[in-house]
């Protein structure tokens, strides 16, 4: 028998009994059960022990399905972040700059590349460090000044080649930097 063929109430008692992310891979299994889990009524018969981030006058049963559908996807997002591991930093590296000289932007390449912008009063500097895995030992690859007030970096690491290259968001002419 198909979840389909089951009359309409039964089905309810299904989606009313099931987790809202049950409900949610239900929804994504085909079109039926997509059209039937996304009703008004279907949702505001869904048990929700999260907290939601509704306006303190509003209720839930009084929005629209899919509004509270979407409510209901932040607060699962929001718990699924709660419950994770602690952070999956392995390391603290600390990058060595000039004095008087504040890292601006930083961009981490996997696995062991970081492209860093750094600015002082008169120059901007883009740098790319190479870490490895004996104690957190980091050198220097490359390093260039630029002329203009540089804002953001975006940087990929081309691994046949193992090139950096680096594209400079600036208030001037655009910047490219190949190392």
């Avoid at 839930?60 to 591991?85: T, Y």
């Avoid at 700059?97 to 390449?109: D, I, K, R, S």
Wanted: a positive charge; proline letters at 4%; glycine letters at 4%.
């Amino acid at each position: 028998m198909n979840l389909l063929d089951l009359p309409e109430d039964i089905r309810l008692a299904i989606y009313a009994y099931v987790s809202p992310e049950d409900v949610l891979s239900l929804n994504q299994t085909c079109r039926g059960l997509h059209a039937f889990g996304c009703t008004d009524y279907t949702w505001h018969q869904i048990r929700v022990d999260l907290p939601l981030d509704l306006p303190s006058d509003h209720d839930a049963k009084s929005l629209p399905g899919s509004q509270l559908q979407g409510v209901i996807m932040k607060a699962l997002r929001l718990e699924r972040n709660w419950r994770k591991d602690a952070s999956s930093i392995r390391h603290c590296r600390r990058i060595p700059v000039a004095l008087g000289e504040m890292v601006y932007h930083v961009q981490f390449l996997r696995p062991r590349w970081l492209v860093c912008l750094s600015k002082s009063r008169s120059t901007t500097q883009i740098s790319v460090w190479r870490f490895s895995d004996n104690e957190g030992a980091s050198s220097l690859v490359s390093s260039s000044k630029i002329q203009r007030s540089a804002l953001k970096i975006s940087a990929t690491l081309q691994t046949e080649s193992k090139a950096v290259i680096a594209a400079i968001e600036s208030d001037g002419p655009k910047i490219a930097v190949d190392n």
